[in-house]
Nanobody, 124 residues
Framework: QVQLVESGGGLVQAGGSLRLSCAASGRSFGTYAMGWFRQAPGKEREFVTA????????YYADSVKGRFTISGDNAKNTVYLQMSSLKPEDTAVYYC?????????????????WGQGTQVTVSS
């Protein structure tokens, strides 16, 4: 069984930074891409960012461009999310996700595996 485990969430003041980590564990497998989604109270889950391992391409939601950075290590099935200049509207549960095969659009939430989520709260 494959598990994705996120860490690094917490409470931060507006303008601050946080770094989330996500590591895959369980039976050995390779991932095609990994990404981050988030869900704020009363809202639908939304795409944040993703990385395609084959060519290193990264994708960002407009709301986080220039403030968030995704990085990772394909060999270790590990992905990071560096969040800077955080805003109260970034408050949400952040989920790590991974897909095993090719996806035309990594902004869709049809990933194969999901983490349990980590809370990020940004105070004003």
């Amino acid at each position: 069984q494959v598990q994705l485990v996120e860490s690094g969430g917490g409470l931060v003041q507006a303008g601050g930074s946080l770094r989330l980590s996500c590591a895959a564990s369980g039976r050995s497998f390779g991932t095609y891409a990994m990404g981050w989604f988030r869900q704020a109270p009363g809202k639908e889950r939304e795409f944040v960012t993703a990385i395609r391992w084959s060519n290193g391409a990264t994708y960002y939601a407009d709301s986080v461009k220039g403030r968030f950075t995704i990085s990772g290590d394909n060999a270790k099935n590990t992905v990071y999310l560096q969040m800077s200049s955080l805003k109260p509207e970034d408050t949400a549960v952040y989920y790590c996700a991974a897909c095993r095969t090719w996806r035309p659009n990594l902004m869709r939430d049809d990933y194969d595996y999901w983490g349990q989520g980590t809370q990020v709260t940004v105070s004003s």
